[in-house]
């Protein structure tokens, strides 16, 4: 179990550490650019309104504080949601606060608490019979669910994103389109982007994100396996059964199945506000009701 583990936790934490430290340095070379890159003997006045666009200014502290209410959100206090802002114009993330979002969801112990639930259901169902029952099959299912979950997030919110200059946040419409409009913006978000210069872009970085993260499963899923064997008869012979859970099939709609799962996450992350309002309106007109009706 302890070898098979290692090599399961190890190929997709090597690969995103590997990807990390090769591509998180070069990033922030470019997010500095040196002071004497600056446009030489141009007048004071004009400066302002040609540098602007080009260079990304310093956050202030004031929009840090709000990135680090926006990343401590959660359902009902509980379900980390980490990766939305009601800011149509909130400033691009670096490439260094790229990683700490991707970070902080993967490690978040309501997320770890999440895969080991959905261990327990894959196990219950017998999926990925090669892994066997008892606690050496659980172990195993819970190291696939847990590199499907940081694969997925490493690719989809941190490498693509960097990579391309986008923005993995989902930006919330709010209030005031109508209910229709909201649902469909909520789900085309996982194709529909903002880029780090605010422009809207094909999501590539999601689309990308759900094919590479499936492609690596191919690593650590069980390949073709002995499952049974249907005894032979007096009329056929003994006929094994094999099971796959690797290849180009398998890959495809383990993507597929990520992007509907992202589409049904933004419509979650557009209108949960809206109820969240709704449940503390009513808790706010029922409680005078019962204390006020003495009279």
């Known amino acids: 179990m302890g070898e098979y583990l290692s090599i399961k936790f190890a190929l997709p934490v090597v690969c995103c550490f590997a990807f990390t430290s090769f591509f998180l340095l070069p990033c922030a070379a470019q997010q500095t650019p040196p002071p004497s890159a600056t446009v030489p003997s141009t007048p004071a006045a004009s400066t302002p309104q040609t540098q602007t666009p080009t260079s990304p200014k310093a956050k202030t502290e004031e929009e840090k504080e709000i990135e680090r209410k926006e990343q401590s ?46 261990a327990g259901l894959s196990q219950a169902e017998n999926e990925f019979p090669a892994y066997r029952q008892g606690a050496v099959g659980y172990g195993k299912r819970y190291g696939a669910s847990l590199a499907d979950s940081v694969s997925s997030g490493f690719f989809s919110n941190y490498f693509y994103p960097t990579l391309l200059k986008q923005d993995p946040r989902y930006f919330r419409l709010g209030e005031g389109p109508s209910v229709a409009h909201r649902l469909f913006f909520g789900a085309q978000q996982e194709f529909w ?17 759900s094919l590479t993260s499936g492609a690596v499963s191919n690593l650590y899923y ?45 419509v979650f992350d557009e209108f949960w506000p ?3 309002a709704l449940l503390h309106k009513h808790q706010k007109t029922s409680t005078p009701a019962d204390t006020s009706t003495n009279p």
């Open 73 to 118: 959100q959660r359902v009902l206090g509980v379900l980390p949601q980490f990766g939305v802002t009601s800011r149509q114009d909130a400033p691009p993330l670096t490439s260094a606060e790229k990683f700490h979002l991707f970070a902080k969801q993967s490690i978040d112990p309501v997320t770890l608490g999440i895969i080991g639930l959905q």
């Open 193 to 209: 982007c903002h880029d780090d210069k605010g422009k809207h872009v094909v999501n590539w970085s999601s689309i990308l994100g």
């Open 222 to 266: 069980p390949g073709r396996t002995l499952i049974s064997v249907t005894p032979a008869t007096s009329t056929s012979p003994a006929i094994p059964n094999y099971e796959d859970d690797r290849g180009v099939t398998l890959t495809l709609s383990r993507s597929a199945i990520a992007l509907a799962y992202g589409m049904a996450g933004g």
């Open 274 to 276: 809206d109820i969240h």
